[in-house]
Each structure stands twice: as C-alpha cells, then as structure tokens.
C-alpha cells in the first residue's frame, strides 16, 4: 500500500513510522458560564508561558546563525506581544467563549490578513501562524511535546504539520525522512528539510489509522510516494533504486558544481526540462544552470478545473524560490494535439497534430491565454522569467500575443498588482517558424529550438507513430539543415539560442550541437550529468569539426555512423 505527496526534498529513505500527535485539538464551542472565565484566561496565561519557555530552551540549544533562529524569534515575537494576550482575554469575557476558542479566533484572523498578502513568502507565513495556534491549544488541553532523545531506530515522522521550532529539536542521527499532511514547495518546514538533507513529503493525505507506530515505512523522494510496510520485492527494489541514487549523488560531489566548458574553455549552458515541482526540486541535485523548458500543461493533467490566476502565480512563485535567481523559462500552455486535459474540452479534429494546438489553442482561447501570463507577469516581481510561446509559425501570431500582453499589463496596474519585466522567446518547431524567423527575431530575446516537433513537421513523420520514428529520426540531414539555419538567423541579430528537443540529451549529439553554435542546451534532468561530462572532456575546436563534418553528410545512416560509430 502507499500514498503520494509533493516531494519537497528528493532522496529516499527507510525506517519505522513514529506519529508526533502535537496537535490535540479538541476545543469546545458552547458557551462558558461566568464563573469559569477568570479559569480560562488563567489557562491562557499558563499556555502561552509553557511555549514561551520551551521556544526559549530551544533557542538555547542552537547557534544563533542556525536558519531556524529567526523562525523560532518570530514565534517568540507573537507570544510576547501583550496587546495580543489582551485581545484573546477581551475576547473570552466579551464573548464567553474557552481560551481555545478565543485563540483559534484570533489566530485565524491573523493568518487570514497574511494570506492576502501579494508576496508569496509573506503569505507563506499564516501557516506558522496557524500551527502556532495549534500549539497552545496544544498547551491547554494538557499535550507535552514528545521526547525524541531516546530513539534508537531509523525513524520517518508523520505529522500535520511542523514548526521551525519542532524541526530544530528533531534529533537528525536517527530521523530519516518526514511525512507532513501540509505545507507546500516555500514552506518553512520544505526549505529546512532541504537545506537538511532530509528526504521528505508534504501535502500527503495519509490514513493515520493505517500507520501505526513502529510500521515498516519507505519513503521513495524521487516518485513522490510512502510504501506502508512493503512487500519484499518492491522493499528490494527501493533498496536497489537508493543505492543507485548515493551512487548518482557521489558522482555530483564531483560534477554538479564545475563549469560546463570544453576542455579549451568554451562555456555552454546546461538547463533542465521540467514538468513539475517534484522535478524541480531534483534540480539542485544535478546542478542545473536553470530552466530551459518549464511545460505548463503538466499542471493540467491531473485536476478537473482550471487554475485560476491566484493559484498560478503561487505555483510560479514556489518554483522561483526553488530557482533562487537561476534561469527561469516558461512555456505558455501547449495543448492539443497528442495532449489531452481533463480540465479542458475535447477537441475533435480529423488530423490533430496540424489542428488547434500550441500558440493556436491560446488565441483561440484568450482569456486562457490571460490569466496565465498576468500570473507569470506578477511572479515576474521575484524573480526573472522568461517566457516563450510554443509553435509560433509567424509575425502576425506575435503581434496578437503581445496585444494581449499589453492588455494584461494595463488591468493589473487597474488591479493595483505589480508585475515584473519578462524575456520573450518562441519555440521554434516548424520549418514556417524556421523560413519566417527573420521577421520575428526583432521582437524576441531569445529562442529554443524544439527537434521534436521539428523533426515531425518537417517529415511529415508522426512523432508518435513507434514505426516510423527509427526511419525518419530528428538525427537527420534535414532537421540539422534547419537546426543550423535558426542558429546562422539568430546569431545574426544577437538573439540568444537554445535547443530544448531530445537531442539536447544525447552526450553523444551534444559536442555537434554546441559545434554548430547553439549557447544552451536544455535536457531531462536525468541525462543533465552525462552530457555535462561529455562536454566537459572534448575540445570545443573539436566541435566545430564535428558540425563541419556532420553538415557536409546527406545520408541518415552516415550521420548516425559519424555521431555513434558501431553503438547504434
């Protein structure tokens, strides 16, 4: 048996399930009697003291340096302000109702005022609010927090929730991973997990009826799933799968941190295509020069309605605090086609890999189109962001997506939003896209070449048709012939190149791609490593040679012997 959850810290991790019940929220809504209000706010006072001394001994036991200090001080901050106890105690006489009541109260208001704050980060700080809350209603109903010194076994924690303060005190030797019913990518609880290396999973609704204590528990951080006491084969299997994993991050130790450049000094950025926030949160393991291809539409495949724009400037700001000021580029939705959403119509056409997809769905469907880029407009206040729209084939679709932009721009200052200045590419996947580039280079700062579809278009080969992709593959005169006339036309204007295809992923196509002058290559996090070492280990005059070489070649199979020799 096993249950997903948001991978907020990648590894993976064995060890027995231990419940920190910290919450005991029992509170009463009827009425109190007179009698009893000078009790309650004794109560109060009692509450607030205990977690006033035990924040205090806690931050005895860290180094002020430590990234849980000043979390730990904020708490201290709302526990120590008079005029809030005041306001909780008016409350309980005004309204005759329990200390818990009283706190619940006040609290949610509080956490209420930060989550309408516009700074995600901000915001991001009414769940402290709100587990603090919990805490000393915690206080009143009797709960003391659990001593953890005495563990002697490799531990998972199962929790709701975790504050700053309960995280430090965790004792690190023997807890292995965390399992939280809430939190998200920013969280404080995600950031301190990451930054201690813990494998861990938020947002996981688990049965806590069905996880005792002491089960056997397997927390796999790469698929974003806790197996409940595994059978044998699928524990094998995850044992095998993490010692894989020590084995890919000792090879990091060695690559994630060095340049990737040519033995001769030629840089190349190294960028990742991604389709989630689990996936980005592998990203610093592999050590990614940023985002090369971040596809929306992932965040469509599992959900029933459609995000609107306040859940995706969130989801876009959480995946630029993970970026932290790295590349960031984001591909407007690409629909249709062989991608079919739950949230969206079917639409039924006789040849839908020519029908309405791509840039076509979004102005086919404006207000689609609009409140994605007025989220990543006012995300764009966090951090840098580019953006790029998917099978453009001509000027006049780009004079329509910049109206819109400008629309967009004009009703969030009416909205009194803030928003951010973005870099604007296209992909550029058609031989229409690659014959109408020169028009459209003025407008753009940067393009990414996607082979995949390229490959499709100009062979008129389905990309998805198994029987025909070994015949007509994007390794192939035609496509290269296209590949290099993009780059040849952008270069001309100072227009920055990337190439986002599959090739990007092949260590063995890399050296020819980086020959022929493209200054990104944008790859599955999984093949980032190995074509960074291919790169790393050739001379970029040597490149050069290859693209010479490999241009000249007009035979599918004389190119593949040129690039693979006997290994394909």
Do not use: W
């Amino acid at each position: 048996m096993s249950v997903t959850g948001v991978v907020v810290s990648s590894g993976i991790a064995f060890g027995q399930a231990l419940h920190l019940n910290l919450h005991q929220q029992k509170i009463d809504y009827r009425l109190i009697p007179q009698s009893d209000i000078a009790d309650e706010k004794k109560a109060l006072e009692k509450a607030f003291n205990q977690q006033k001394l035990y924040l205090n001994q806690c931050l005895k036991q860290l180094e002020q340096e430590s990234e849980h200090f000043e979390l730990i001080e904020a708490d201290l901050m709302i526990l120590e302000d008079e005029d809030l106890v005041e306001e909780i105690a008016d409350t309980i006489s005004k309204l005759q109702i329990s200390a818990a009541v009283a706190i619940e109260r006040i609290f949610s208001h509080q956490a209420s005022e930060l989550a309408q704050l516009e700074d995600p980060y901000l915001a991001n700080r009414a769940q402290d609010v709100l587990s603090l809350a919990s805490r000393l209603i915690a206080r009143l109903n009797g709960a003391q927090h659990l001593d953890l010194s005495q563990l002697k076994e490799d531990t998972i924690i199962f929790a709701h929730d975790l504050t700053p303060a309960e995280f430090a005190m965790l004792p690190r030797r023997h807890i292995t991973g965390l399992v939280l019913e809430t939190g998200g990518m920013t969280s404080h609880t995600a950031i301190l997990a990451r930054s201690a290396g813990i494998p861990a999973l938020l947002s996981c609704q688990y049965d806590t009826a069905e996880i005792v204590n002491g089960t056997e528990i397997v927390l796999d951080g790469m698929q974003g799933q806790v197996f409940i006491a595994p059978l044998t084969e699928v524990r094998n299997q995850l044992y095998e799968l993490k010692r894989l994993d020590e084995q890919r991050k000792q090879q990091l130790l060695t690559l994630k941190d060095l340049p990737v450049q040519t033995l001769d000094g030629h840089q190349v950025s190294l960028l990742a295509n991604v389709g989630s926030l689990n996936e980005i949160s592998h990203l610093a393991d592999v050590g990614a020069d940023g985002i090369g291809l971040f596809r929306t539409e992932f965040m469509l495949m599992n959900t029933q309605t459609l995000p609107d724009e306040k859940t995706q400037y969130h989801f876009y700001c959480d995946s630029l605090h993970l970026m932290a000021g790295k590349v960031f580029t984001i591909r407007t939705l690409d629909v249709g086609a062989d991608k079919e959403l739950p949230c969206l119509p079917t639409i039924i056409e006789d040849n839908p890999a020519l029908g309405l997809r791509g840039i076509r769905y979004s102005l086919a469907n404006p207000e689609l189109f609009k409140t994605q880029v007025k989220a990543i407009l006012r995300a764009a206040n966090h951090g840098p962001i580019r953006l790029m729209f998917p099978m453009i084939n001509q000027i006049e679709e780009l004079d329509v997506l910049f109206d819109y932009i400008e629309e967009c721009k004009t009703s969030l200052l009416d909205e009194e939003k803030g928003f951010g200045e973005l870099s604007y590419g296209i992909v550029v996947e058609t031989p229409a896209a690659v014959l109408n580039l020169e028009s459209m280079l003025t407008r753009l700062d940067f393009i990414s070449i996607g082979t995949n579809d390229l490959t499709q278009y100009t062979m008129a080969a389905d990309r998805t048709n198994p029987a025909l992709t070994g015949q007509y593959p994007s390794l192939s005169p035609a496509v290269l012939t296209l590949v290099n006339a993009t780059i040849t036309l952008a270069k001309k204007y100072n227009v920055s190149v990337s190439l986002c295809g599959e090739l990007a992923s092949d260590p063995k196509v890399a050296p020819l791609l980086v020959g022929m002058g493209i200054d990104e290559l944008s790859v599955n996090p999984c093949a980032l490593l190995e074509v960074k070492s291919a790169l790393r280990n050739i001379q970029y005059q040597t490149c050069l040679a290859i693209a010479k070489h490999g241009l000249k070649l007009t035979r599918i199979e004389e190119l593949n012997l040129y690039i693979y020799g006997q290994d394909k």
